[in-house]
T-cell receptor
Framework: GNSVTQMEGPVTLSEEAFLTINCTYTATGYPSLFWYVQYPGEGLQLLLKATKADDKGSNKGFEATYRKETTSFHLEKGSVQVSDSAVYFCALSDPPGTYKYIFGTGTRLKVLA | EPEVTQTPSHQVTQMGQEVILRCVPISNHLYFYWYRQILGQKVEFLVSFYNNEISEKSEIFDDQFSVERPDGSNFTLKIRSTKLEDSAMYFC??????????FGPGTRLTVL
């Protein structure tokens, strides 16, 4: 079945460092790919998405490109801030039918001032 | 901006008791979901609901679980006889026509 593999955390970075969180997927068909962020004590918020190969999703300085050839959707940000500290989840929608999500394990990011 | 809401934020119950977790999806959404996240583990799909019936359920969603949309706004998850292993964060989500789901803040269920 479809699956998502995400790099283990926690990831600890200094402010203004470059961030990469790796995400690879296994899927039949053509799922959409998502990054969600969970701040402490809050729910899952959509960060960005991409719906087809070579699409780049971007939001709040974060980017991820849907790479079909490497089945990857790595999250990047050029300069992280303390306020980016959160747990980041990679997910794919699982067509056809209900489009339920399959999530990765989540990666905790801690940014130090 | 409209958002998905969930109540309660934290529910503590005794093993064997019934619990009902409540969600109010975004008002013009058509598809509804429940997920759960056991502490330290990944978010797992439980069930999807469309047009007043279950459209898909996972292996986790056994006979102890049920869902209902009792009126035009609420979407509930009932666990008939809770077990210790049901302790988790439960997330409700909804979507309209695209495949982007919007999540509520979650209900933390603690079974003692």
């Amino acid at each position: 079945g479809n699956s998502v593999t995400q790099m283990e955390g926690p990831v600890t970075l200094s402010e203004e460092a470059f961030l990469t969180i790796n995400c690879t997927y296994t899927a039949t068909g053509y799922p959409s790919l998502f990054w969600y962020v969970q701040y402490p004590g809050e729910g899952l918020q959509l960060l960005l998405k991409a719906t087809k190969a070579d699409d780049k999703g971007s939001n709040k300085g974060f980017e991820a490109t849907y790479r079909k050839e490497t089945t990857s959707f790595h999250l990047e940000k050029g300069s992280v801030q303390v306020s980016d500290s959160a747990v980041y989840f990679c997910a794919l929608s699982d067509p056809p039918g209900t489009y339920k999500y399959i999530f990765g394990t989540g990666t905790r990011l801690k940014v130090l001032a | 901006e409209p958002e998905v809401t969930q109540t309660p934020s934290h529910q503590v119950t005794q093993m064997g008791q019934e619990v009902i977790l409540r969600c109010v999806p975004i008002s013009n959404h058509l598809y509804f979901y429940w997920y759960r996240q056991i502490l330290g583990q990944k978010v797992e799909f439980l069930v999807s609901f469309y047009n007043n019936e279950i459209s898909e359920k996972s292996e986790i969603f056994d006979d102890q679980f049920s869902v209902e949309r009792p009126d035009g706004s609420n979407f509930t998850l009932k666990i008939r006889s809770t077990k210790l292993e049901d302790s988790a964060m439960y997330f409700c989500a909804s979507r309209r026509m695209t495949d982007t789901q919007y999540f509520g803040p979650g209900t933390r269920l603690t079974v003692l």
